[in-house]
């Protein structure tokens, strides 16, 4: 026996279709890139934890697990945050340019985040000092995205590839 949709049932498919499109939006691309640096940052952590269990030391694997959470926040990156600005005409040259890009990216905003850290610390508890690095590295990781890694060919400015409509 199948179940008939109700009136709610319509309302609910409705208001996450506008969900949808609003996450999707421009106008949402800070909170898709808070969503993916979160993840990534969830993932660093737990690669982490199951590196340095598995007898490998603390710095080390630290920077492996950074250097993988760099290439899944590249491709959560590519394909999601900023998933308007790529069509598969643009090609695996600038795919792989834009990669070489990311990493060199999260290459500065780490050296800002230890930067900021070092010189707030002079000043403050740890632990504020690294939230500031963080915040600042984040912000500055925004913008290299924004402007530079996920830039359209030949575009001086950051904008959205527009859809071709037919008509």
Not at 24 to 31: D, E, F, N, Q
Not at 143 to 160: A, E, K, T
């Amino acid at each position: 026996m199948t179940r008939q949709l109700t009136a709610a049932d319509l309302a609910d498919a409705a208001k996450a279709i506008i969900a949808y499109r609003w996450l999707a939006s421009t106008r949402a691309r800070v909170l898709r890139f808070a969503l993916v640096g979160g993840t990534c940052g969830l993932i660093q952590l737990g690669l982490l934890h199951l590196i340095v269990q598995g007898g490998v030391q603390e710095n080390v694997a630290n920077l492996i697990a950074f250097g993988i959470s760099v290439q899944v926040n590249f491709v959560l990156s590519q394909f999601f945050t900023w998933r308007d600005r790529w069509t598969p005409t643009l090609g695996l040259p600038r795919l792989i340019s834009r990669l070489f890009l990311f990493n060199g990216s999260a290459a500065t905003t780490g050296v800002v985040n230890q930067g900021v850290f070092g010189l707030a610390n002079l000043l403050i508890w740890y632990l504020p000092a690294a939230a500031l690095g963080i915040a600042i590295a984040a912000v500055t990781n925004f913008l290299l995205n924004d402007r530079l890694v996920f830039r359209l060919p030949g575009s001086s400015r950051s904008v959205p590839m527009r859809r071709r409509t037919e008509g």
